[in-house]
Every structure is written in structure tokens, then in C-alpha cells.
């Protein structure tokens, strides 16, 4: 969580910053809340699907899935790895977006870049 | 011509490596190690069996990934057969750390992992280190342990196997999309 926020590689998260994953951590807690409707505390695969897109992501069926498979434990979601999910989803895409100046949804990448901003997530 | 060189560094296996005792003697630690008698080595079992110097359990992350590198039948274990290049892995991975941990000391230190990761053919800048360290250490104190240390080579060893397969002409650069980027590193970190 803290390397999400972490944009300078110091290891450490400053007040704002602390704001800004207060405020992204209950939306994903909301999020998990109104699917998991019979509050057994895990949602199932498509009901991942449907909140990865309710939170504006627009990703095809093979990448959710590819997603999705790596947090369930015997086909359902538990909601520290939901969280999980949700954090690294957005910092990968936040790492990727600051990368794409051109908003291109394409990026140039070289090595030693790619190796650290995405390791340090 | 490459603006970044590397080779794999200990792939499935440290490069080289031990050599295998005899199989009564591994048959004996096998026993030892799988202590429910299941005939199936579990990530607690060789957590429990593994030390990483520091009076702290061995980091469960890198159980699991050593784990479902040999677990052929995905069956979150390892039986004795798997178990041998269990063995070997892990031997060739504490030669490879006793070699670099030149003082000592039973942990890496930013230098020795600076001569570590060269020694396996990469070729890295000095701030990567300090950010290795920090993602992996999770002792806190700067420098990083057994364990964590196969950690961290494992996931920079996937990072740049994935980034060779995209780096077709081999420049050191690659182009991707959004969703190729997710899909390339989202099960690797």
C-alpha cells in the first residue's frame, strides 16, 4: 500500500498521501460490500470482474481472468486479497500511466526502468 | 548491439551447482522434513525446516515460490522425487549466498548484493540496489537475509525473462499496451 503511494522510492508515506489511501481504501471497501451480498466476506470470480470494471478499469475477459485467478483461494475472493488486487492493480497502472506521456495506452520501456518501477511496487 | 547485457542468472537452479548426495540420505531428510508422514512435503513443513539466520521464520513468500517451482501436480507440495530439486535449489542458492556474503556477517549488504547480481551477469544501476533491498528486506536493517535474498532474485529473474521475450531485437527497449504490461507483471510481483 505504502509503495503505491510511494512515488519517490523513499519507503515512506506523508499525510496527503496517507489521505489519498484512507480515501481509496474505503471505496474498495464499499466496492466489496454492496457484491458481496450475502456478507459471506468472499465474492466469486465474475463478481471480481464486475468490481475491477465498476472501478473504471477497462480490461478484456483474458486479463481479469489472468488477474482474478491469482487472489482466489478455491474459486472465491476474500477481502484482504481483494485488497491486494486493488492495490497493486492501481499502482501498476499509475506507474504505467506517468510512463505514457502521449496518453497513448502505449509505453517505451526500457530495462532498468521497467526493472525498478515495477519491483518497487 | 545490446545497451544492456545480461544472462539468466540461477535459473530454475543456481548455474552449476551442488552435486546430489545419495538418495538414502536425502530419502532421511525427506522423513525428517515431512513430519505428517503424508508423503507430500506442505509450505509449512519446509518453512519449518528452512533457516534463514535470523531466529525469524523463513520468509513463507519464498517457500511458496520455491514450491510451485518443482510441484509438478499442483498439489501445493512437493513429493520425494520433487523434493531432490527442492534439495538441490536450495543447497546451490546457500553456496551462491556464502560465496557473496564475503564478511560474513549471514547477511547481504548492498556491495556484496551489487557483486552478487553482477556475478550473475546483470548489469544494474546502483539506485536498483537500494531499491531491491527495500522491497525484500524484511528484517528492516538494510540489508537482506537468506531468504528474502532468493526472493528478490527470483522476481528480477522473471521480470527480465518477461522483458527479453517482448525485447525482440534485443535493444534494451520494449513497447507495450496497458494490458500487455498488466498481464506481463501482474503475476510476477
Not at chain 2, 520455491?66 to 512437493?78: H, L, P, Q, T, Y
Request: hydrophobic residues 40%.
Amino acid at each position: 500500500m505504502i509503495a503505491m503511494l510511494d512515488r519517490d522510492y523513499t519507503g515512506k508515506m506523508g499525510f496527503n498521501e496517507f489521505k489519498e489511501l484512507w480515501a481509496a481504501l474505503n471505496a474498495w471497501k464499499q466496492n466489496f460490500i454492496t457484491i458481496d451480498q450475502d456478507h459471506s466476506g468472499t465474492v466469486e470470480h465474475h463478481e471480481l470482474n464486475q468490481a475491477i470494471a465498476a472501478m473504471g478499469y477497462r480490461l478484456s475477459p483474458q486479463t481479469l481472468t489472468a488477474i482474478v485467478k491469482r487472489y482466489s483461494k478455491n474459486g472465491r475472493i476474500f477481502f484482504d486479497d481483494y485488497v491486494a488486487c486493488c492495490v497493486k492493480l492501481r499502482a501498476l497502472t499509475d506507474f504505467f500511466r506517468r510512463r505514457d506521456h502521449l496518453q497513448q495506452g502505449v509505453v517505451n520501456f526500457v530495462y532498468d526502468d521497467f526493472l525498478q518501477g515495477t519491483m518497487a511496487i | 548491439m545490446a545497451a544492456y547485457s545480461y544472462r539468466p542468472g540461477p535459473g530454475a537452479g543456481p548455474a552449476g551447482g551442488a552435486a546430489l548426495p545419495d538418495q538414502s540420505f536425502l530419502w532421511n531428510v525427506f522423513q525428517r522434513v515431512d513430519k505428517d508422514r503424508s508423503g507430500v512435503i506442505s509450505d509449512n513443513e519446509l518453512q519449518q525446516a528452512l533457516s534463514n539466520g535470523t531466529w525469524t521464520p523463513f520468509n513463507p513468500v519464498t517457500v511458496r515460490s520455491i514450491i510451485s517451482m518443482f510441484d509438478r501436480e499442483n498439489k501445493a507440495g512437493v513429493n520425494f522425487s520433487e523434493f531432490t530439486g527442492v534439495w538441490k535449489y536450495i543447497t546451490d542458492w546457500q553456496n551462491v549466498f556464502r560465496t557473496y556474503d564475503r564478511d560474513n556477517s549471514g547477511m547481504i549488504d548492498k556491495n556484496e548484493l551489487k557483486q552478487a547480481l553482477s556475478g550473475f551477469g546483470y548489469r544494474l544501476s546502483d539506485q536498483f540496489h537500494d531499491i531491491l533491498i527495500r522491497k525484500f528486506d524484511r528484517q528492516g536493517r538494510g540489508q537482506i537475509a537468506f531468504d528474502d535474498f532468493i526472493q528478490g532474485c527470483i522476481v528480477l529473474q522473471r521480470l527480465t525473462d518477461i522483458f527479453r521475450r517482448y525485447d525482440t531485437d534485443q535493444d534494451g527497449w520494449i513497447q507495450v499496451s496497458y494490458e500487455q504490461y498488466l498481464s506481463m507483471v501482474f503475476s510476477i510481483v
